[in-house]
T-cell receptor, first 110, second 114 residues
Framework: GQQLNQSPQSMFIQEGEDVSMNCTSS?????WLWYKQDPGEGPVLLIA???AGELTSNGRLTAQFGITRKDSFLNISASIPSDVGIYFC??????????WGAGTKLIIKP | DAGITQSPRHKVTETGTPVTLRCHQT?????MYWYRQDPGHGLRLIHY???????DKGEVSDGYSVSRSKTEDFLLTLESATSSQTSVYFC?????????????FGSGTRLTVV
């Protein structure tokens, strides 16, 4: 089946740092999505991307839909403690099914 | 703001016993989904429903069944629980399909099979 490769698997960050994560696929997607999951909760949508090349921001978050439609990245600028959690990418294929990445866990360095 | 609730939130059960998880929505959304979440795997679709009594299998449907007798309720049943079904289960709802409408997820059910 289709798979998404999400990297890195985890990141240790210090407050104020910029963060970058990405997802790649062997298949083309029509929509790319980025979600965040806090401990004990379900994922919450951060950004949805609908067109190849699209660059969308949501506060300190910026995501892009790759030109090839096979990748996407998410950047977080000037990280703050509440940014910790697990970030998931998901792609919607031509059958409108969502394929999920395995997640990037963001951890604050002590 | 709970338009979607899952019950129970936690459950421990023994191998071989049947288990039913419930997802209840107040949004009148047509689509409902059951996912499982395991470390290193992201979210994997078990079953979904596109209307009352209309359901279909997802990527990891073996050992699971679902029922939807009312718009607001979507039940997931493990006929005979196994240790490999220890996981966190999430329900999601969506108003439609086609261009992505957005999923709203419940808070999850942590199931442990001993």
């Amino acid at each position: 089946g289709q798979q998404l490769n999400q990297s890195p698997q985890s990141m240790f960050i210090q407050e104020g740092e910029d963060v970058s994560m990405n997802c790649t696929s062997s298949s083309i997607f029509n929509t790319w999505l980025w979600y965040k999951q806090d401990p004990g909760e379900g994922p919450v949508l951060l950004i949805a991307l609908y067109k190849a090349g699209e660059l969308t921001s949501n506060g300190r978050l910026t995501a892009q839909f790759g030109i090839t439609r096979k990748d996407s990245f998410l950047n977080i600028s000037a990280s703050i403690p509440s940014d910790v959690g697990i970030y998931f990418c998901a792609g919607q294929d031509s059958n409108y099914q969502l394929i999920w990445g395995a997640g990037t866990k963001l951890i604050i360095k002590p | 703001d709970a338009g979607i609730t899952q019950s129970p939130r936690h459950k421990v059960t023994e191998t071989g016993t049947p288990v039913t998880l419930r997802c209840h929505q107040t949004e009148n959304h047509r689509y409902m989904y059951w996912y499982r979440q395991d470390p290193g795997h992201g979210l994997r679709l078990i079953h979904y429903s596109y209307g009352v009594k209309d359901t279909d299998k997802g990527e990891v449907s073996d050992g699971y069944s679902v029922s939807r007798s009312k718009t607001e309720d979507f039940l997931l049943t493990l006929e005979s629980a196994t240790s490999s079904q220890t996981s966190v289960y999430f329900c999601a709802i969506s108003p439609g399909t086609g261009r992505y409408y957005g999923y709203t997820f419940g808070s999850g059910t942590r199931l442990t099979v001993v």
